[in-house]
């Protein structure tokens, strides 16, 4: 049986329920959904700018894989969670921008993304990531 380690790094924000911020195991990362909240304060960032939130949640996203032991080179899926189709375009830019910078190993993730509404108002955007570090 593979053990399974819940995931804590102070660079992301934690836990607001009963879940972890990630769960390692083997060599599967799992980041729980991640929004745009600083995690030093703990507040939810940029209302009203889709582009700046996808920024600063997939820097949460990064920090839990790092605790992983995982980077962006081995996220298989990302699945983006936006409130409204409108923000389709900004987010899919600052998106690109973000993850293209980090694989490094020349084959992007698989994405899904959905429209949906989401725990709190000022979110625009949820990201959670599933990687298998090699």
Sequence with gaps: MTKRTGLTTAD???AAHSFSQGVRAGNIV???GQGPVDPRTGEYLHPGDV???VERTLLNVEAVLAAGGATFDDVVVL???LTTRAHFAAMNDAYEA???RRVRGGVLPARTTVMVELPRE???VEIDALAVIA
């Design 12 to 14: 992301a924000p934690a």
């Design 30 to 32: 799992q980041v729980s």
């Design 122 to 124: 000022e979110m625009l």
């Design 98 to 100: 973000f993850v293209t």
């Design 51 to 53: 582009a700046a939130q």
């Design 79 to 81: 699945r983006i969670y």
